[in-house]
């Protein structure tokens, strides 16, 4: 019976949140963040042939061989300790001085009522990270929302229109993820000191069950565009336009109950591709669903799934200014061992993986390491910063440089694994 109620509250919330949008006008364009000139489109893409446009199925490819000589060149250390057993979901900003901020939630355990979220500098000119410090913690964003908070998780920043920084994290009052509502706060000075958190307003009957994962992206007219995910009853991706502190409007990116925490590349001010994190049943494929808009984010289409393992896993999704696109994944049909990068060349739409980040198929007290919840940015357009959870005690930081991807794109590529 209360399975009943529940879906008639669900269904009646979201009959008045489509009658509340629909009257919404037309969204702006998608910004770009680099003058690619739509480089991700393929000059000669029609006369390509059937065989040609289908992705390569990437299971366990190695990386490029001839990359073993740079690998040298990638950065790689750890986020600062904080003492906590159990630390997840890293996000990375980067600041106007060109350093990188980094957020990470820490405690006992995920959804413990001792869970923080941190934050820590990155200095690129002394490759070190500062002394962590907490953005918020249950008793503080209790007392700013005047509302009961039972624990945090997920935060992501993004820089606004005006140069400050949001960042938006994830706040359960009752139950567990699936009761979630996304806030979020402001910084006037790059994170140093937040204002006060607000709460989303992403439905406006039951405000429940929507989560935030993935980097935003931005629209023409300053407003921001928020990947964002569906938990309860359903499991969907939505697509959330943010003015400020506000959700002016919404759109769902996925359907069934298979497909979250969409990662979005913007093709050109119209067009994007967004790729999900897959919740499917056993029975069904455990690739990558997909879903593309044509109209700047008002309405998704389902597309044909990327032919990539995916083991209910979360991936990170990043464009450089050349218009080489990144994506970080387990490319595994289960368990998180084995963390790859995978890369598509402007002029391709085939993805090819270029390094073995992680992998570990031995079992410790009958379990797996877990490798997961990768983020990328990019600092200057040519480079990444990743970051990545490291079985749940540590958060990895791997800085691949401008000239590490001259590499993998000058690189002859290695037959796949089919």
């Not at 669900?10 to 009959?15: D, E, F, G, M």
């Not at 690998?71 to 057993?85: H, I, K, R, V």
């Not at 023409?220 to 959330?240: C, N, T």
């Amino acid at each position: 019976m209360s399975r009943v109620i529940a879906f008639c509250f669900l269904l009646l919330a979201s009959v008045l949140g489509f009658l509340h949008i629909d009257s919404r006008p037309v969204w702006a364009p998608f910004a770009s963040n680099y003058p690619i000139n739509n480089v991700n489109q393929l000059d000669d893409a029609s006369e390509l042939t059937e065989d040609t446009k289908q992705v390569k199925v990437l299971k366990n490819t190695a990386p490029l061989k001839s990359l073993k000589h740079v690998q040298s060149s990638l950065l790689t250390d750890w986020l600062p300790d904080t003492g906590a057993p159990s630390v997840h979901a890293a996000s990375l900003i980067a600041l106007k001085d060109g350093a990188v901020r980094a957020f990470w939630f820490a405690g006992s355990r995920e959804g413990a009522p001792d869970v923080v979220i941190n934050t820590s500098v990155f200095d690129s000119q002394a490759s070190r990270w500062s002394a962590p410090t907490v953005v918020v913690d249950r008793v503080s964003a209790e007392k700013g929302l005047s509302r009961y908070i039972a624990k945090l998780g997920n935060p992501v920043p993004v820089r606004m229109a005006d140069g400050r920084m949001q960042l938006f994290f994830v706040t359960v009052s009752i139950g567990g993820w699936a009761g979630s509502s996304i806030s979020s706060m402001i910084s006037d000075d790059e994170g140093l000191t937040w204002g006060q958190p607000q709460r989303l307003i992403s439905s406006p009957l039951i405000n429940l069950s929507t989560l935030v994962k993935s980097p935003a992206i931005s629209f023409v007219d300053g407003r921001l565009g928020l990947p964002a995910y569906h938990e309860w009853i359903a499991r969907f991706g939505e697509f959330l336009r943010i003015d400020a502190s506000q959700v002016i409007d919404k759109r769902r990116m996925s359907s069934g109950r298979g497909a979250i925490q969409p990662v979005v590349f913007a093709d050109d001010p119209q067009e994007a591709q967004a790729f999900f994190r897959q919740t499917r049943s056993s029975s069904q494929p455990k690739q990558i669903p997909s879903s593309e808009t044509k109209d700047a984010g008002q309405s998704w289409t389902t597309t044909k799934d990327l032919e990539i393992p995916n083991p209910n896993s979360a991936l990170a999704a990043l464009t450089l200014a050349n218009g080489t696109r990144l994506m970080v994944l387990n490319n595994i049909e289960s368990a998180r061992y084995r963390l790859v990068m995978v890369m598509r060349e402007p002029s391709s739409l085939q993805w090819q993986v270029v390094q073995v980040l992680e992998e570990d198929a031995s079992l410790i007290n009958d379990q797996h390491r877990e490798f997961s919840y990768p983020y990328l940015i990019s600092a200057s357009g040519e480079d990444a910063h990743l970051a990545y959870t490291w079985n749940r005690t540590k958060i990895k930081h791997v800085y691949f440089p401008a000239t590490w991807f001259k590499h993998a794109a000058s690189s002859p590529k290695e037959k796949e694994v089919q």
